[in-house]
């Protein structure tokens, strides 16, 4: 009998995880224009952020992390196309990042006045330590610029950022669930 309560416990474990969540999000920490995010060019586009204010809320894991850096090395850019990135998330150190999003291409769009200026990407992953034990599929991001400034070698903004897939457990992950929910069956059966 346990081993039925195992299985369902299982099934039900995959079918809920596997619905599209948020995964990880921030607000523009930016006060203002003067201390951005972002940086454009007509050929590439850098991001980081060492100061203060940005709060990375990981709503998949109930986890939140304040005073967090961002750094996106230079990707290449070709009118509203961008190359391959990486942005890692991390709080004292860059090789390990509590959030990470990589991407094999991208797109930028940014009209000064009306209209959404974003970064999103293609063929995107997700890692991390704040979302180990996790695999993801469809995931998306995308930074929500606001601040334009522009100056003769090109654009500056601050931004707030989302993101959001399909997230399943791993399977260890998965055992350990289904068996806590078999072990709850159990006893609430012998009562």
Not at 22 to 49: C, E, K, N, R, Y
Not at 61 to 66: E, I, P, R, Y
Not at 157 to 181: C, H, N, R
Request: aromatic share 10%; charged share 10%.
């Amino acid at each position: 009998m346990i081993n039925r309560a195992l299985i369902t416990a299982m099934v039900v474990c995959a079918a809920v995880a596997s619905q599209a969540v948020t995964i990880a999000t921030h607000d523009d920490p930016a006060l203002s224009g003067a201390t951005p995010l972002f940086t454009t060019t007509a050929s590439s586009v850098t991001g980081s952020w060492t100061g203060t204010g940005l709060t990375l809320d990981i709503p998949l894991t109930s986890m939140s992390f304040n005073n967090v850096k961002m750094d996106m090395q230079t990707v290449t850019r070709t009118g509203g196309t961008i190359g391959a990135g990486v942005v890692n998330f991390y709080t004292s150190d860059i090789n390990n990042p509590i959030f990470q999003v990589t991407f094999n291409s991208g797109a930028i769009f940014e009209p000064f006045g009306t209209g959404a200026s974003y970064i999103t990407g293609n063929n995107v992953n997700f890692g991390g330590s704040a979302v180990a034990g996790y695999t993801f599929s469809n995931a998306q991001f995308s930074f929500s610029f606001a601040n334009p400034q522009s100056s003769q070698n090109g654009n500056s903004y601050t931004a707030s950022f989302t993101s959001s897939a399909d997230a399943v457990p791993e399977p260890a992950t998965m055992v350990v669930l289904g068996a806590g929910l078999a072990a709850a069956a159990a006893r609430r059966k012998r009562k």
